[in-house]
């Protein structure tokens, strides 16, 4: 079996000790610059579509002659013609629950709605957006004590074990299971902007603040608040619930008044 791995500085290492020998080639996005430390000789970078050099990265992955495609936290779209490529299909690790957490940012989502639990599944790669057959789940439960960086770890551990049951799969050439989603249960999630962190107080329970809070800890841009004299007031780190109410009386009403 020979794979072409797609992924970032976070995923990339650990897909390679997995698959070791059988990779051919390893893939980082052109929009993640921070992976490029991932890079080593048999690494490329995918540019853009409309960027110069496209051709010739898709004629490298035929030329690599990969059975599968497999992609782990990756972040540009592989369109029709790239999907076509591998025999065997593209294969997806996405870090959230399917159909119910399609789209970008699941996991950060997760957290902001109070969900109970979250998990990673392993599907077919279409057109659609994270819509393919299923192959694999797992579910972890979500503690309040997590946060988006605790949670990315535990995600990306569950994403390898995932990686590797396939894997072993296809190398003794069992057949992976095609389980279709059910797009009634599917919701579709943006992309979040560092503005999307601001604390509504009007709008938001001590609760939901928490849960915006945890959801956007440092390496994220962080939740922010105005302070009674107008500056930014990032809330980067893990606040706990018994912590927010004081939070309130600090920034809540005043900050709410100051922008009227």
Known sequence: ??????????????????????????????????????????????????????G???????????????????????????????????????GGLLPRYRGANVLNWALIEGAAKTGVTAHYMTEGIDDGDVIYSRET????????????????????????????DLDSGRTLPRIPQNAAEAHY??????????????????????????ALVSPWPGAFTMAPDGTRVVLDNYLTPDEIPALRAKYGRRAACSDR
């Open 141 to 168: 439960a979500i503690e309040d004590s997590d946060t988006a960086l605790t949670l990315k770890r535990c995600l990306d551990q569950l994403g390898f074990e995932i990686l590797t049951r396939v894997g072993s």
């Open 56 to 94: 010739e990265f898709v004629a490298g992955l035929r030329a690599a002659q990969a059975d599968v495609f497999l992609c782990f936290s990756y972040s540009m779209i592989l369109d029709k013609n790239i999907l076509a490529i591998p025999p065997l299909g593209a294969i997806n690790i996405h």
């Open 189 to 214: 999630y943006r992309r979040r902007k560092p503005e999307d962190g601001r604390v509504d107080w009007e709008k938001m329970s001590d609760r939901d603040v928490f849960n915006l809070v945890r």
């Open 1 to 54: 079996m020979r794979y072409v791995l797609f992924g970032d500085d976070s995923t990339l290492p650990g897909m390679r000790n997995i698959l070791g020998h059988k990779v051919v080639l390893s893939v980082i996005a052109s929009n993640r610059p921070q992976s490029r430390k991932a890079i080593d000789p048999s690494t490329v970078v995918q540019p853009g579509k409309k960027d110069p050099g496209f």
